[in-house]
């Protein structure tokens, strides 16, 4: 393990992830074009490229289709629906009767600026965008059909009743162990949704799938877990008023959520193991390991 | 219309319905499975498997065997329109929205379940809706379903459905609304998703481009139909009748065709979009279109 961490350091995340952020943030700018009627577009549009975005779904999407030799060009639509049914979610997330969030990532929340009604309908659009994206801009030359059929049920069951919306529901309702079934769904199913679509537009066998759908959750929730750890530490105070006292940090505390995201660490590397056959091109998928723990620089 | 012929004698059009909607009811029955977290599965059932008419899947499955397709080929994709169309309700009938208490004879989604599951259930339907297409289609090629994943997609968001609930938002109260004001919202609203189902079921049943285009067309006119047979029903038929509010439409000042044509002329629109619509079916073999031409009278001459 001493030489792929050696090998991770020297791999230069920074430019790689901060080149698809402009790549992945170009084709959303196009993918969204203002049309009649205008208002739900500029709904969609907000939430979608709203500034300092990370783009993480996209940007392992991109690594893991790229583990496999798959073009970046099979990859992107793929990203920017990932981007799109990520933003539906949080919109809907951030509604009064949901979290009643008035703001996201620093700015008001969509239902602030365009109305809760207007804020419903742009996540209902944005779901069937994602996938509308994906059949229509995959090149057929680089993706079957069949795969293509793949990703698409991927990314419904990982948004459905038994991935994220289950996590917002038991987020809401509380439930027995529902703080780790929360992470686990609202978190850890994007990380491995997108790792799995990546590995799959790639041409990816089942094992190597197996893979990186663990690896992406636990990545997933990683970061999760860390991003609460620094809030604590810069005793930041979460103004979503339904969910005081249910992240990690809050439940367990500082000591025991690093103690979890250094579970988490190794057991992301451990499925990375698995790629050994794969040289260098395995680099980025463990330094967003590493980053997610670390976080060496300022994404977004 | 009350004048025009409605015998098709040798098909049973009754028959067929309810055999078609038993089908359609056990297949949704069994793709919407309950478990956890149960409630809001719950949810989901509550309300797709409240016993509407089933006309959409009806479409689907009906156009899927017109152009030579077995009826499995299209139950996924007729599942799948009918979580569309749930899903859209569900949402519409928000009190952010619509605020509807009522919806086919029974208390609506939010009433019972609450707000933040009705949004939940409605968008956990719209997702499984993609899955199931994507899993559960069986016999046809990968490239067609890929199609019909494209044509769900298109019909739902925001040039389909979207679009026609956000003009209609954006509409209310405005008094002086014109007829294709009027027809883009209907359009949107209602025929995209008709459109769309007979769309899905052609292509899915292996019908040619031609074949798809002229069902394409025959479907925007029986969606458009359908909505001005509505809001017909909506002046002259009581609550009771209908099984919803009746005259909510005037209440809320809606522009409908009744308002903006009158009734007389809102009948003979019916009319005509009625024989444009069954020009399209012309060139089909006419013993084979019987099941579409049905659901078309039914549409038309339904009181509820």
Not at chain 1, 86 to 92: G, K
Not at chain 2, 198 to 214: E, F, I, N, R
Request: hydrophobic content about 40%; some cysteine.
């Amino acid at each position: 393990t001493m030489s792929i961490s050696v090998s991770a350091q020297e791999f230069d995340l920074k430019t790689y992830w901060s080149t698809l952020i402009k790549e992945v943030n170009s084709k959303l700018e196009e993918a969204i074009p203002v049309k009649y009627p205008e208002e739900i577009y500029k709904a969609m549009r907000y939430s979608v490229l709203a500034q300092g975005a990370k783009r993480a779904p996209p940007v392992m999407c991109v690594a893991a289709c790229e583990l496999f030799d798959g073009s970046r060009i099979a990859a992107f639509p793929t990203a920017c629906a990932l981007e799109m049914v990520h933003a539906a979610s949080l919109i809907h997330d951030d509604l009064p009767c949901m979290d009643d969030d008035p703001s996201r990532r620093g700015q008001p929340s969509n239902h602030t600026v365009f109305g809760v009604d207007m804020a419903i309908l742009a996540g209902d659009a944005l779901f069937p965008l994602g996938f509308q994206h994906i059949v229509s801009h995959t090149p057929p030359e680089l993706v079957t059909e069949t795969r293509l059929l793949q990703v698409v049920a991927e990314i419904a069951r990982t948004v459905g009743s038994t991935g994220m919306a289950a996590g917002q529901f038991l987020d809401l309702e509380g439930g027995p162990n529902s703080i780790s079934f929360v992470e686990e769904k609202k978190f850890g199913e994007m990380g491995g949704c997108s790792a799995v679509c990546g590995g799959l537009l790639g041409g990816a066998s089942d094992e190597e799938i197996n893979r990186l759908r663990k690896y992406g959750r636990a990545v997933g929730i990683l970061y999760h877990v860390v991003d609460g750890v620094l809030e604590a530490k810069m005793q930041i105070v979460r103004n979503d008023k339904k969910k005081k006292g249910k992240s990690y940090v809050e439940a367990y505390g500082v000591e025991k959520a690093m103690e979890v995201a250094e579970e988490l660490r190794a057991e992301a590397k451990r499925e990375l193991e698995g790629f050994e056959k794969y040289g260098d091109k395995v680099n980025p998928l463990y330094s967003f390991v590493d980053y997610a723990v670390d976080r060496g620089f300022t994404m977004g | 219309i009350q004048n025009e012929e409605k015998a098709h004698t040798k098909f049973n059009f009754e028959e067929y319905m309810f055999e078609k909607a038993d089908s359609v009811n056990k297949a949704l029955d069994e793709a919407v499975m309950l478990r956890e977290p149960l409630k809001i599965h719950e949810a989901m059932r509550y309300s797709l498997l409240a016993g509407g008419k089933r006309v959409r899947p009806m479409l689907c499955l009906a156009a899927c065997e017109l152009v030579g397709g077995k009826e499995s080929v299209a139950m996924p994709a007729s599942c799948a329109v009918e979580m569309i169309h749930t899903m859209s309700l569900i949402h519409d009938d928000l009190p952010c929205m619509d605020n509807d208490d009522l919806r086919r004879g029974k208390p609506t989604n939010h009433k019972v379940y609450g707000e933040d599951t009705a949004v939940l259930a409605g968008d956990a339907l719209l997702a499984f809706a993609f899955e199931h297409v994507a899993t559960a289609t069986k016999g046809v090629s990968p490239e067609r379903v890929v199609r019909v994943v494209g044509e769900l997609a298109r019909v739902i968001g925001s040039q389909g459905l979207v679009a026609g609930q956000v003009v209609d938002l954006s509409s209310e109260g405005l008094s002086d609304l014109g007829l294709d004001h009027l027809e883009f919202i209907h359009l949107h609203k209602t025929a995209v998703l008709l459109e769309g189902s007979v769309v899905m079921g052609a292509v899915l049943g292996g019908g040619s481009d031609d074949q798809v285009d002229k069902l394409r067309k025959f479907a925007r006119c029986i969606g458009l139909l359908f909505q001005v047979v509505d809001d017909i029903l909506d002046v002259t038929k009581s609550s009771e009748e209908l099984g919803k509010t009746a005259g909510k439409d005037l209440v809320a000042d809606k522009a409908t065709y009744p308002k903006l044509l009158g009734l007389d002329k809102s009948r003979d629109y019916a009319q005509k979009l009625m024989r444009d619509a069954l020009i399209q079916l012309d060139e089909f073999d006419q013993e084979k279109a019987a099941p579409l031409i049905a659901l078309a009278n039914f549409i038309a001459y339904r009181d509820n």
